[in-house]
């Protein structure tokens, strides 16, 4: 077994490391860190000591947009090309096509199959599609949705400083 080395108190870029995160669901070691603009996240060590994480998001972020916007940059044209390919009257196209697939139903992740007359609950977490299963009614779809998103996401949000999911709120508003 290998020996973590102890990065608290140690700065990467923007971020200083709190302390260590055990209760994370990947591989590898990984750090509570503080970013100069005040949000928390949950870094891998080792893109911590390689420099490929060097704050919370923001630094890229902020990257983006002085690229974006200086009208000297060969960024700023590919860029806006990129926006207009995507675009449609300012409507993102990526936008519309989330929208249709989920048409079917108001609940996230699930949609209604004409053909067999039942609805489906599918999941997508770090890339991956899950399919969670057939169900005669779309409550029922939106419940093993909604217990999967919970399992998923929540660590996730709770370690960010975010809310977790909440259950009430998915069913009210369908998300
Ligand atoms: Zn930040």
Not at 65 to 76: E, G, I, L, V, Y
Not at 96 to 118: A, D, E, I, N, T
Request: proline share 2%; hydrophobic share 30%; glycine share 8%.
């Amino acid at each position: 077994m290998s020996k973590v080395i102890d990065l608290t108190g140690k700065r990467f870029g923007k971020l200083v490391v709190v302390g260590r995160e055990t209760n994370w669901p990947a591989n590898g070691t990984f750090w509570k860190c503080q970013c100069d603009c005040g949000t928390s996240r949950i870094v891998n060590g080792w893109k911590l000591r390689t420099g490929e994480t060097v704050s919370c998001g923001c630094s890229r972020r902020k990257k983006a947009r002085d690229r974006a916007m200086n009208p000297n940059s060969k960024f700023r044209k590919m860029s806006l090309e990129k926006m207009n390919q995507d675009s449609v009257d300012g409507t993102r196209l990526k936008q519309l096509s989330m929208r249709v697939s989920q048409h079917s139903s108001k609940y996230k992740g699930v949609s209604f199959h004409k053909s067999s007359g039942m609805w489906t609950a599918c999941i997508k977490f770090q890339q991956h599609k899950r399919h969670l299963g057939t169900f005669s009614t779309e409550q029922e779809a939106a419940a093993a949705y909604i217990t999967e998103a919970k399992r998923l996401f929540d660590p996730v949000l709770i370690a960010n400083g975010r809310e977790p999911l909440s259950t009430e709120r998915y069913f009210k508003e369908g998300y």
